[in-house]
């Protein structure tokens, strides 16, 4: 799977919206771009993915570039229930060993009042 | 339903003693995972199965862990001997079709060997 780069920390005010980037200038015509994130002491949870277009459901937007080198998971009005890790995460659908979830280091963020 | 199930959801032991994590995946769902979370490591892929069958195990650390699926609804890890080194939150998740659907985790086990 094509790596992937986001900033280890933002700071976001409540209300206002999140704006998570996601580098993934590797990626390939075929790995979908998924975004996890993980609420402290509890598993990780999936938020939403996209190959080219973009997409929205209940939680989240997300923005995919053009050349597909870059995204965006937009929360549209964070609070302080959104303080989490978000990881970022790029793979081919299938269920090959190299299709599995690879899990970086993700990006802290912090909803303040 | 209950989404994916752990027990216990911590546990400390002694190094050298024998360790059982437990996990109920989602009903219906076919894959199973075993993942461990370190501070050091982050989350790690252990072990996954496909209708109960061990599809890929190269993520078990050492042959002191062991995993099995007796059944679609319930999965075992188990650490003999367990050593300090293994602490760590054990996550279990499954999800619809392997390497398909997203994937649901559950709340985790944290164990601590002392």
């Known amino acids: 799977d094509a790596k992937t780069t986001q900033p280890p920390s933002m700071d976001c005010a409540e209300g206002r919206a999140a704006n998570l980037p996601c580098n993934h200038s590797?990626?390939?015509?075929?790995?979908?771009v998924y975004w996890y994130r993980q609420i402290h002491s509890q598993g990780p949870q999936y938020i939403i993915h996209?190959?080219?277009n973009n997409e929205t459901n209940e939680m989240a937007s997300l923005i995919i570039t053009e050349d597909r080198k870059s995204s965006t998971l937009i929360l549209p009005h964070a609070t302080l229930r959104d303080t989490a890790v978000y990881y970022c995460?790029?793979?081919?659908?299938?269920?090959?060993?190299?299709?599995?979830?690879?899990f970086g280091g993700g990006t802290r963020l912090m909803v303040k009042p | 339903d209950a989404g994916v199930i752990q027990s216990p959801r911590h546990e400390v032991t002694e190094m050298g003693q024998e360790v059982t994590l437990r996990c109920k995946p989602i009903?219906?769902?076919?894959?199973l995972f075993w993942y461990r979370q370190t501070m050091m490591r982050g989350l790690e892929l252990l072990i996954y199965?496909?209708?109960?069958?061990?599809?890929?195990d190269s993520g078990m650390p050492e042959d002191r862990f062991s995993a099995k699926m007796p059944n679609a609804s319930f999965s075992t890890l188990k650490i003999q001997p367990s050593e300090p080194r293994d602490s760590a939150v054990y996550f279990c998740?499954?999800?619809?079709?392997?390497?398909?659907?997203?994937?649901?985790f559950g709340p985790g086990t944290r164990l601590t060997v002392l």
């Open positions: 998740a499954s999800s619809l079709e392997l390497g398909y659907n997203e994937q649901f």
């Open positions: 590797t990626i390939s015509g075929n790995e979908y």
């Open positions: 996209g190959l080219k």
């Open positions: 995460i790029v793979r081919v659908l299938g269920n090959n060993a190299g299709n599995m979830l690879t």
């Open positions: 009903s219906g769902h076919n894959s």
């Open positions: 199965f496909n209708n109960n069958v061990p599809i890929d």
